[in-house]
Nanobody
Framework: QVQLVESGGGLVQPGGSLRLSCAAS????????MGWYRQAPGKQRELVAT???????NYRDSAKGRFTISRDNAKNTVYLQMNNLNPEDTAVYYC?????????????????WGQGTLVTVSS
């Protein structure tokens, strides 16, 4: 019904950059907050950054000054520009969104997750 598809992951050297994209598709009425989470091997999933529909961002401390989250509401897409990457950023990155759909003229908001994209920072 609604899905999020991430792209842009890969292998990068320490100090390098990557840009992740996540596009939402389906029977979407509106999208509320969007965000990026990550899960490293053997660790719990953690928030990286979120952005409201109005474009207000929020970052985990380790991402501040290095990562930039943005969104294009017309394209139902959220981006994560990651600069100055280090090995501790290695993880599977997941896109998350609060997606509003109409069900019999009533608005329902669903929490939707993408399938994840692997980011590996290594020399």
């Amino acid at each position: 019904q609604v899905q999020l598809v991430e792209s842009g992951g890969g292998l990068v050297q320490p100090g390098g950059s990557l840009r992740l994209s996540c596009a939402a598709s389906g029977n979407i009425f509106l999208i509320d907050d969007m965000g990026w989470y990550r899960q490293a091997p053997g660790k719990q999933r953690e928030l990286v950054a979120t952005i409201t529909r109005a474009g207000n961002p929020n970052y985990r401390d380790s991402a501040k000054g290095r990562f930039t989250i943005s969104r294009d509401n017309a394209k139902n897409t959220v981006y994560l520009q990651m600069n100055n990457l280090n090995p501790e950023d290695t993880a599977v990155y997941y896109c998350n969104a609060g997606v509003g759909i109409l069900v019999e003229d009533l608005l329902r908001v669903l929490e939707v997750w993408g399938q994840g994209t692997l980011v590996t920072v290594s020399s």
